[in-house]
């Protein structure tokens, strides 16, 4: 059966790893059906959409805006909201409330936070997003746990589905079979506070002394909300840490925007993929999901979906802020190409289920059952 999809979020050209989850879902879903998929973009001001896929907005701040997107989407079957307290207007993103609430199509709202001591306020908005909805999907358990020891929330409602990750056709390793061939570390996304590159960049003077030495690549524009805040001041932090260091010649910074073909490439040519994510509670990300799809071996802080992703094998956890413990997972995997090997193939059993096809296929059984609850109603 046909369904038509409605999705709420940021979009392109908003760069952010909203925009791309909501891309690469519609992309998958309307693939799977052969459905129309439309987007209510969340948008801080109002502007032209770029794509036409875009039916309208949801402008931070304009009032009846959120009713307006509710009417459109109601058209459809099924709306997908992605939930983000950053991305919508109102204290705590509170205005995608009047949206939710106006909905008569079934709702499914994806939560890609979910704090562990959050504020009075963002625990209200979230348990009263999670009441209006038809169903909530977390990405893994740690998110699920905390719902249900921490907020007033119907569990019944509550799936949980992993990130997607793209199905890459590029070789997923890059043989070194000269000796004199510097291996790569990779860290990509966007950068921004947070995002614990210095204590990547710490870690790389600590490994001088191999042969070849690693070159370390951070690959990724400043997050454009950080940049129109503070503008670059965290990345040229990071290049005066740098060359503080002595090394410019082991780590270097492409700010350049890489097509999904120019990204692929970068993360198959990538010996090993660092997340030194400062963050204790980020319970999804997009770049561990798609670095073990790829077959990389990891070196991840303990953020919870490092825990879980990990814990089949996939990479070595460190503590947060440690560039000696950093440093020493590096060089395990540098030094030790068995347990490099190892963690490669441990992805490779991992992979299958974060593959956005079968993310896509999990998400229409959720439609197609609330679909089947509403005739049965």
Aim: proline share 7%; aromatic share 4%; net charge neutral.
């Amino acid at each position: 059966m046909t369904i038509r999809m409605g999705f709420v979020s940021s979009y392109p050209p908003t760069v952010c790893g909203l925009a791309t989850f909501t891309v690469s879902l519609r992309r998958e879903l309307v693939a799977a059906r052969g459905a129309r998929g439309s987007v209510i973009q969340a948008v801080d001001e109002p502007s032209v959409p770029a794509r036409d896929e875009v039916i309208g907005s949801l402008v931070a701040g304009e009032p009846g805006s959120g009713l307006r997107a509710a009417a459109q989407l109601n058209q459809g079957d099924v709306a997908i909201v992605q939930h983000e307290y950053g991305i919508y207007g109102g204290i705590d993103g509170d205005e995608i409330l009047p949206l939710l609430a106006a909905l008569t199509v079934p709702s499914i709202v994806v939560l890609h936070t979910v704090l562990s001591e959050p504020t009075p306020g963002q625990r209200a908005v979230l348990e009263m997003v999670a009441g209006l909805a038809g169903a909530v999907v977390t990405m893994g358990t740690t998110a699920r746990d905390r719902l249900a020891t921490g907020y007033a929330v119907d569990m019944a409602k509550v799936s949980v589905i992993p990130h997607g990750a793209p199905v890459v056709t590029a070789p997923a390793a890059r043989p070194r079979a000269e000796a004199t061939t510097r291996p790569t570390i990779l860290t990509w996304g966007l950068i921004g506070p947070g995002k614990g590159i210095e204590w990547g960049v710490e870690a790389m003077a600590l490994l001088r002394d191999l042969s070849p030495a690693p070159r370390y690549l951070v690959a990724g524009r400043t997050h454009p909300k950080v940049l129109a805040y503070e503008g670059d001041v965290y990345r040229q932090r990071l290049i005066d840490r740098t060359r503080q260091l002595g090394l410019d010649d082991a780590v270097t910074f492409d700010s350049r925007y890489l097509t999904t073909t120019d990204l692929n490439a970068l993360v198959a040519a990538a010996d090993i993929v660092l997340l030194p994510y400062d963050s204790t509670d980020q319970v999804t990300s997009g770049v561990l999901s798609e670095a073990v799809a790829a077959s990389k071996p990891v070196v991840a802080t303990r953020f919870p979906h490092a825990v879980e992703l990990l814990a089949g094998g996939a990479g070595l956890l460190v503590p947060h802020r440690d560039p000696i413990a950093t440093a020493t997972a590096l060089r395990t995997l540098l030094t030790r190409r068995d347990i490099a090997e190892d963690m490669s193939r441990a992805a490779v059993t991992t992979t299958p289920g974060v593959l956005w096809p079968a993310v896509a296929r999990r998400y229409l059984a959720l439609a197609d059952q609330l679909l089947r609850d509403r005739v049965g109603a």
